[in-house]
C-alpha cells in the first residue's frame, strides 16, 4: 500500500498538489512529500548497498557453523570448538556512513548484529581464560551470528525489493542447533551458580567455626 501512495505521488505530482490546493498548504505539503519521497529513496538505495555484503557475511556465518560442525573430533583436545574470528558487519566507514541512512528499524538490526559481534569477541576471550564451557558459547556464538545475521539480509532485500540470496545450506536448523545451545549453556550457568553458592556456604561455616 505504502509503495502504490509513494508512485502515484511520483506520477501525478500536479493531481497531489490540485487535491491539496484547496486548504490553502499546496507548497508546504508538496515540499514535505519531496523531503519524504527523497528521504525513502536514499533509505532504500543504501538497503540495497549493503545487500550484497550482508549476504557475504551471513554466508561467512553459517558456512563455519556447518564446518565446525562436520569437523573430525580432536581425542586430544580439552574442547573440541576450533575458535572464531569476530569481525563485524560495517568493518569500514564506507559500510557505517551507507547503514546510517537506513530506515530507523533496519538500522537498528544492522547495528545489532554489529554489537552481537563485539559481544561475542569479549565473551570468548573472557571464557578463553579458563576455556570452561567454550565448546557450548563458541558454536552458540557462531549460530547467533548466522541467525541474526540472516534476519538482517531478510530485512534489507525487503526494503530494496530484491531477492534473498540462496546459500545451499538450511538456516532452520541453525536455529534448532541455537536453541539446544541456549539451553545447554543456561544449565552450564545454573551449575556453576550452586558450585559457587556451595562455596560460599563452606567458607562461611569455617568462618564461623
Given at each position: ?14 493531481s497531489v498538489a490540485a487535491l491539496v ?50 569437523a573430525r573430533p580432536d581425542p586430544e ?97 541453525i536455529e534448532t542447533f541455537m536453541a ?30
Amino acid at each position: 500500500m505504502l509503495q502504490e501512495v509513494v508512485q502515484f505521488f511520483k506520477d501525478y505530482p500536479l493531481s497531489v498538489a490540485a487535491l491539496v490546493a484547496p486548504l490553502g498548504i499546496a507548497p508546504f505539503i508538496w515540499q514535505r512529500i519531496n523531503v519524504w519521497l527523497t528521504r525513502r529513496e536514499s533509505q532504500k538505495q543504501a538497503a540495497a548497498e549493503l545487500v550484497g555484503r550482508t549476504a557475504t557475511y551471513r554466508l561467512q556465518w553459517i558456512e563455519k557453523h556447518y564446518d565446525d560442525e562436520n569437523a573430525r573430533p580432536d581425542p586430544e583436545s580439552e574442547f573440541q570448538w576450533p575458535g572464531a574470528t569476530y569481525d563485524r558487519l560495517l568493518d569500514t566507514p564506507a559500510l557505517q556512513s551507507i547503514a546510517a541512512r537506513l530506515a530507523p528499524r533496519i538500522r537498528n538490526r544492522v547495528f545489532r548484529l554489529n554489537a552481537l559481534a563485539d559481544k561475542w569477541r569479549i565473551s570468548i576471550g573472557v571464557a578463553s581464560d579458563t576455556w570452561e564451557n567454550m565448546d557450548v558459547i563458541g558454536p552458540l556464538s557462531v549460530a547467533e551470528l548466522a541467525v541474526e545475521a540472516d534476519e538482517v539480509l531478510g530485512l534489507l532485500c525487503h526494503e530494496a525489493d530484491m531477492d534473498v540470496p540462496e546459500t545451499g545450506h538450511s538456516v532452520a536448523q541453525i536455529e534448532t542447533f541455537m536453541a539446544k545451545k541456549r539451553l545447554e549453556k543456561a544449565e552450564h550457568e545454573r551449575d556453576e551458580e550452586k558450585t559457587n553458592r556451595k562455596f560460599a556456604e563452606l567458607n562461611q561455616s569455617r568462618a564461623s567455626g
